[in-house]
């Protein structure tokens, strides 16, 4: 894992490999040092529940994850962006109060059918491309 800051948020990153249980050791370091974003990007975790600890999260990168469900994401008020890009989530309505939250990069996800909340809405001209610049889903 690695801690660094960027644009003044400390960021935390897991490697392409960690899994579930890498996550759950790495919980106390990233509470004790306060970190409010983190990317899981590409890695093999499938339970997110440890990331409940963090209420100060506001940027969750969890692209190509096999997260499924996110509801231990509800009480994270202070997140404003995810990305949910190539993974098996459905459900989008764990993030139905989070009026701040921005939702981007949804393409290759298995959103066909996914429940979205009524406040989110498709931004930009090529929402869910896969491209890192767009945002997929906005709230309104």
Same mark, same amino acid.
């Given at each position: ?38 990317? &899981?990007?590409?890695? +093999?975790? *499938? =339970?997110? /529940? %440890? #990331? @409940?600890?963090?209420?100060? $999260?506001?940027? !969750? ?22 990305? &949910?890009?190539?993974? +098996?989530? *459905? =459900?989008? /309505? %764990? #993030? @139905?109060?989070?009026?701040? $939250?921005?939702? !981007? ?28 610049? *767009?945002?997929?889903?906005?709230? @309104?």
């Amino acid at each position: 894992m690695t801690l660094e800051t960027r644009a003044g948020v400390l960021t935390a990153t897991l490697p392409d490999g960690a899994d579930d249980a890498v996550l759950t050791a790495a919980m106390p370091t990233l509470v004790m040092r306060g970190v409010r974003a983190i990317s &899981l990007h590409d890695a +093999p975790i *499938r =339970d997110i /529940t %440890p #990331l @409940a600890q963090l209420p100060g $999260l506001v940027t !969750r990168d969890a692209a190509g994850t096999r997260a499924r469900d996110l509801i231990p994401l509800t009480g994270l008020v202070s997140l404003q962006s995810i990305n &949910l890009q190539v993974t +098996p989530t *459905r =459900d989008l /309505t %764990p #993030l @139905a109060g989070h009026v701040d $939250l921005r939702v !981007r990069n949804l393409g290759g996800a298995h959103h066909a059918d996914a429940s979205v909340p009524g406040q989110f809405h498709r931004a930009g001209r090529d929402a869910g491309s896969r491209s890192r610049h *767009r945002t997929g889903w906005t709230s @309104a």
